[in-house]
């Protein structure tokens, strides 16, 4: 159900090197968000996101103290990347794909103050994120997404390093937010909700009271405000379309309209969530993922598995093979099944009211409900 109708690449023709001024090379989004990409030479992009009808909030920056600390984990990030580089002799991958191997680095946007639609732009080396290129089909495409994807595992850990005592309120969890409004019945005045109340109707059918139930608990319980000390620094929405890998192997991860402070579980469960619906699309024949070539997505889970619980030392970190899955989830952050199980009714919510009423949604009802029946268990089976 992602929005996949974008090119795969950047057209020969928009990227010769020194090319003069910029072009807009894709343009894609839903009636919550719309996103313009361009190319401006030399492997220089920009994406602008702009608030579509159905978007219900302002884009705020982030306060000023938390602008600074992801400032702070970002230059922590490129010096491990310099270090990591100068360890290996040039930082190369298998394959001859260069990486820094220390995570993503954090673009942070630029708010439009002038412009009457608004929008935040960031400033990025590649032009398709790993939501387009994870299931393309293409080798090195894939294997760029599944460094990414352990790139971005990393630069959780060291967000998640950083606690919330910032002096100000923690910001609510917007995504967590749509779901428990969604939940309730509750539309923005003036903002009908599409189909999402055709399909809050369907899943509480599907689910019946008891996983309906558990589905609320789980939503208020994550939007709770944390307890004293207990909150560290999110980005409130790590999901592969934030997530945009150049071909000389380094990443970024579009960061700062959506950060918040809270459980850990909520970062990682939010990119295990959308893993576990990709592959289990896949397996169902559902959407895009159903269609598609066949994608090794249990490799791409553990290779972000991997980056967040990376053993300290060497260039490589840890192995996303070594261990049972059991141990690799007693490793997780306690929650984290159910975080990334609420990741999973946030999309079906989203879809179903931004993009609009499709079939599949029938079936990714049922997906939920077992997802739901086995307490998140599904979601970290890699």
């Not at 309120?169 to 937010?177: A, C, D, I, L, R």
């Amino acid at each position: 159900m992602a929005d996949r109708a974008d090119a795969p690449a950047v057209p020969a023709a928009v990227r010769p090197a020194g090319a003069a001024g910029s072009v807009t090379v894709r343009e894609y989004g839903t009636r919550y968000l719309r996103i313009s990409v361009r190319y401006h030479g030399d492997a220089r992009f920009s994406w602008l996101r702009v608030p579509g009808p159905a978007h219900d909030r302002p884009q705020a920056p982030p306060s000023p103290a938390a602008g600074v600390a992801l400032r702070r984990v970002d230059a922590a990030i490129a010096r491990d990347g310099i270090a990591r580089a100068g360890s290996t002799g040039d930082g190369s991958a298998p394959g001859g794909i260069a990486r820094a191997g220390s995570g993503a680095r954090l673009a942070l946007g630029e708010w439009d103050a002038v412009s009457e639609e608004g929008g935040v732009v960031y400033r990025v080396p590649g032009a398709v994120s790993v939501a387009r290129l994870l299931p393309s089909g293409d080798e090195t495409a894939y294997r760029l997404s599944v460094q990414a994807l352990a790139d971005v595992g990393r630069t959780l850990r060291q967000l998640h390093d950083v606690p919330w005592e910032f002096g100000e309120p923690v910001p609510p969890h917007h995504g967590v937010g749509r779901l428990l409004d969604w939940i309730s019945g509750a539309a923005p005045e003036g903002n009908p909700d599409g189909d999402g109340a055709r399909l809050r109707a369907l899943a509480h059918d599907r689910l019946g009271p008891r996983l309906w139930t558990r589905l609320t608990d789980w939503a208020v319980a994550a939007h709770e405000p944390p307890g004293r000390g207990g909150a560290v620094l999110l980005h409130g929405a790590p999901s592969t379309g934030w997530l945009v890998p150049s071909p000389a192997g380094d990443s970024v991860l579009l960061t700062g309209e959506e950060i918040t402070g809270g459980d850990p579980a909520l970062d990682l469960g939010w990119i295990l969530g959308e893993l576990h619906e990709l592959r289990s699309a896949a397996t169902r024949g559902l959407g895009a993922a159903g269609r598609g070539p066949s994608v090794d997505y249990p490799a791409a889970a553990r290779a972000l598995l991997a980056g967040y619980l990376r053993t300290e030392g060497g260039p490589d970190d840890s192995d996303p093979d070594d261990g049972s899955p059991e141990d690799t989830a007693a490793a997780l952050p306690p929650g984290t099944a159910r975080a990334a199980t609420l990741r999973l009714a946030i999309h079906m919510r989203d879809f179903a009211s931004f993009v609009g009423w499709h079939e599949d949604l029938r079936r990714y009802a049922d997906l939920l409900a077992e997802t739901l029946d086995a307490d998140g268990a599904p979601t970290l089976r890699w």
